[in-house]
C-alpha cells in the first residue's frame, strides 16, 4: 500500500484480536484532533503515523508510534485485518485491470428460423473479457453467441490471438474463452472474484465501449441488489443495478470494488439514463464451479413451480394458515421436475430448507434485505436435495425434492446451434421455438401467431424430450399441388417427439 494517497485509504478499518478492541483510521481532516464517528474515537490518518485507539468498558488507551503504510501488518502482531474497504478510485482500477482486461472480436453468424437450412449473413460485434486464475477469459456469452471466429486483443499490444470458446452458459450470459498462445499469456494478470457489494458502494466498471478504441473506466456506486431478467438468457438471476454508464462493448467488463471483480458488465435499461446492471460474483461462482467440476455447463436448477402470494387475509383463512404462517400457493407444477412426484396444486410452501418464505415470496437477505426465494433455489448444484415444508389441508408436512435443472416446452434460445427440421414432400417441419417467433420482428408477441405464441410461453412439457412441431411452409412441386394453401397455416401444430433415427419421423396430430 506504499505510495497510495490518503483518500484511498479512509476507510481503512483494523481491529485487535479482542472483541473490546478497535482500531479506526480517519481521513485527514487539517487537523490533529480526535474526531468521534458513533461510539468509537477516531483520528485523522496521516501519512507517516498513525495511533491505535484502544477501548474497553472501563478505560481508552491511546498509543502512538510511527508507522508507514508499506510496512508488513506482522510488525503490529496484537492486530489482525478484519476488513478493508477501500473507496474504488478510477485510476486504481485502472492500474488493476491494465493487464487483465481483454478486448474481444467476434464474428458470428445465427440461422435463419424460417429458411433453417440456411444461416443469415455474418456480422462482426466486439466485446470485452478479464484474465481468471488458469489462464482463462471470462465474458458475456452474447458476446461470442452464435460464433465461427473469435480474437482477443491485449492492453497496448496491436497484436489479435485466436481464442476459442471452452464453455457458454446462456442463462447467465457467461461465457469462458481459451487462448493457446503463450505469447499472449506473458505479463498478463487475472483478477480476483470478491464479494456482493452493499448499497451505496463505489464500483469501477472497465471495458471497451463504443465510441473509442481504447479502455475506458467509468464509475458509479451500487444502486439495487435483487433478481433481474437477464435478457440473453430470458432467465430471471440476481443482478446488481449500478448508476455507472454501461454502453455496447462495455459488456464482459469486470466491475471492480477495491481490488477484487464485483460482478461483470452485461446489459443496461434502455430509454433510462445510467441504469446498468452486472452479473455477480455467485452466479459467476456458480458457473465456473459447475464447468469444473463437470467439464460443461450445468445451468441453474428450478423447482418448476408457478406460485401465488398469499398477501390476500381471505385466501390465507381459505387455506387455513395460522396467524403466524407465511407462505406462497403452488398454482402450477412442471411434469419433469421431481417436485411433481410430492408437491401437490393448492399446497402452501412455508419453507425452503429450513428458511422461511413471506407471504410475497422473499427470503432474508444480508442486512434488513429481502429476495425472492428463487434465487435460493437457482444457487443450488443440480442433484442436491432440498427439504420443502409445506401445509396441505391444513396440516403441515416436511418433503425432500431433488433439484434440477428444467427445460421448458418451447426453448427460449438456440445460440451456437443449427435449428433441426424435417421435409416431406415439400412441406417443411420444424420445432416450435421462441428464436423461431423472434423472426416476425421486434414486436413478435403481437405480429407472431397467437396460438404458437401462447403455447410457447405458457405449455409445460408432459414427458422429456417433447417438442411441439410446426408446418413452417410449403415448398410447392407437383407432389404437392394443391396443398399450397396450408402455407398459411403457420399455427398448424403436431404434437409429439420429433425422432431424427435415420429418416424416421413421428409425429401425432393434436
Not at 319 to 328: A, D, E, L, R
Not at 497 to 502: D, E, F, I, M
Amino acid at each position: 500500500m506504499q505510495g497510495s494517497s490518503a483518500r484511498t485509504l479512509r476507510r481503512l478499518k483494523y481491529s485487535c484480536n479482542s472483541s473490546s478492541s478497535l482500531l479506526l483510521l480517519a481521513k485527514d481532516c487539517g487537523g490533529n484532533g480526535i474526531t468521534v464517528v458513533g461510539e468509537h474515537k477516531v483520528l485523522p490518518l496521516c501519512c507517516n503515523y498513525t495511533t491505535i485507539i484502544t477501548t474497553t468498558t472501563t478505560k481508552t488507551n491511546i498509543l502512538s508510534r510511527r508507522f508507514c503504510f508499506g510496512e508488513s501488518l506482522s510488525s503490529i502482531h496484537r492486530w489482525h485485518v478484519r476488513s478493508l474497504h477501500a473507496e474504488t478510485d478510477a485510476y486504481l482500477a485502472t492500474e488493476l485491470t491494465l493487464d487483465s482486461v481483454v478486448k474481444i472480436f467476434t464474428v458470428s453468424s445465427s440461422p435463419n428460423y424460417f429458411l433453417p437450412w440456411q444461416n443469415k449473413s455474418q456480422r462482426e460485434t466486439m466485446g470485452s473479457g478479464f484474465v481468471i486464475p488458469g489462464k482463462k477469459i471470462l465474458t458475456n456469452a452474447h458476446v461470442v453467441a452464435d460464433h465461427t471466429f473469435v480474437l482477443v486483443r491485449k492492453h497496448g499490444s496491436p497484436t489479435k490471438y485466436r481464442a476459442q470458446v471452452q464453455a457458454v452458459g446462456h442463462e447467465c450470459d457467461l461465457a469462458i474463452l481459451v487462448v493457446e498462445s503463450q505469447e499472449f499469456w506473458d505479463g498478463m494478470n487475472f483478477l480476483e472474484l470478491g464479494d456482493i457489494p452493499f448499497l451505496q458502494e463505489a464500483v469501477a466498471v472497465v471495458g471497451y465501449p463504443q465510441g473509442g478504441d481504447n479502455i475506458s473506466v467509468t464509475k458509479g456506486v451500487v444502486s439495487r441488489v435483487e433478481p433481474t431478467q437477464y435478457v440473453h438468457g430470458a432467465t430471471h438471476l440476481m443482478a446488481i443495478q449500478i448508476d455507472a454508464a454501461i454502453n455496447p462493448g462495455n459488456s464482459g467488463g469486470p466491475a471492480i470494488m477495491g481490488n477484487k471483480v464485483a460482478g461483470v458488465a452485461f446489459q443496461n435499461l434502455s430509454g433510462a439514463e445510467n441504469i446498468g446492471y452486472i452479473i455477480p460474483v455467485p452466479v459467476i461462482k456458480h458457473f465456473i464451479a459447475g464447468i469444473e467440476e463437470t467439464g460443461k455447463y450445468v445451468g441453474f436448477c428450478s423447482m418448476g413451480l408457478s406460485c401465488q402470494p398469499m398477501e390476500n387475509v381471505q385466501l390465507r383463512n381459505h387455506f387455513k394458515m395460522q396467524p403466524q404462517m407465511t407462505g406462497v400457493l403452488v398454482s402450477k407444477i412442471n411434469p419433469l421436475s421431481d417436485a411433481h412426484r410430492v408437491l401437490k396444486k393448492d399446497d402452501i410452501i412455508l419453507e425452503f430448507d429450513g428458511v422461511p418464505i413471506a407471504n410475497d415470496g422473499t427470503v432474508p437477505f444480508r442486512n434488513r434485505e429481502r429476495i425472492t426465494f428463487d434465487h435460493v433455489v437457482s444457487m443450488k448444484k443440480p442433484n442436491e436435495t432440498a427439504v420443502v415444508k409445506v401445509l396441505r389441508n391444513g396440516e403441515e408436512h416436511a418433503f425432500t425434492v431433488t433439484l434440477q435443472p428444467l427445460q421448458p416446452l418451447v426453448p427460449v434460445h438456440q445460440f451456437d446451434k443449427l435449428p433441426s427440421y424435417y421435409i416431406f414432400a415439400g412441406m417443411v417441419f420444424v420445432p416450435l421455438t421462441q428464436p423461431y417467433l423472434h423472426e416476425y420482428g421486434e414486436d413478435w408477441y403481437n405480429t407472431s401467431p397467437r396460438r404458437l405464441c401462447e403455447r410457447a410461453l405458457r405449455e409445460l412439457p408432459k414427458k422429456a424430450g417433447e417438442q411441439l412441431v410446426i408446418l413452417s411452409q410449403v415448398l410447392m412441386d407437383d407432389i404437392n399441388a394443391g396443398y399450397e394453401r396450408l402455407a398459411e397455416l403457420q399455427g398448424f401444430v403436431l404434437s409429439g417427439v420429433l425422432q431424427q433415427a435415420g429418416s424416421e419421423c413421428s409425429m401425432h396430430m393434436s
